[in-house]
């Protein structure tokens, strides 16, 4: 599910929510441990590590992503 927002300033943000394993995919940074990092490998495994100890414990975890500005439709 994605939704576009706008602010009083006219700045835009494209806020998405899904699946882990879906939404990595696309994106090319990560916050991990409240730092904002490169999305290489090493981050998704630990990514998806933390998501299997989750869904283990009985936990549905969802990713949340944003993009500042994004293109306008078409």
């Not at 879906?22 to 904002?36: Q, S």
């Not at 490998?41 to 283990?56: G, R, S």
């Amino acid at each position: 599910m994605s939704v576009v927002v706008e602010d009083k300033t006219g700045k835009t943000q494209l806020v998405t929510k899904g699946a882990v394993k879906e939404m990595i995919k696309y994106c090319t940074y990560a916050e991990l441990n409240g730092k904002v990092v490169p999305h290489d490998d090493e981050v998704m495994n630990i990514i998806l590590k933390k998501t299997e100890e989750y869904n283990e414990k009985g936990m549905r975890v969802l990713a949340i992503a944003h993009k500042t500005d994004p293109a306008p439709v078409g």
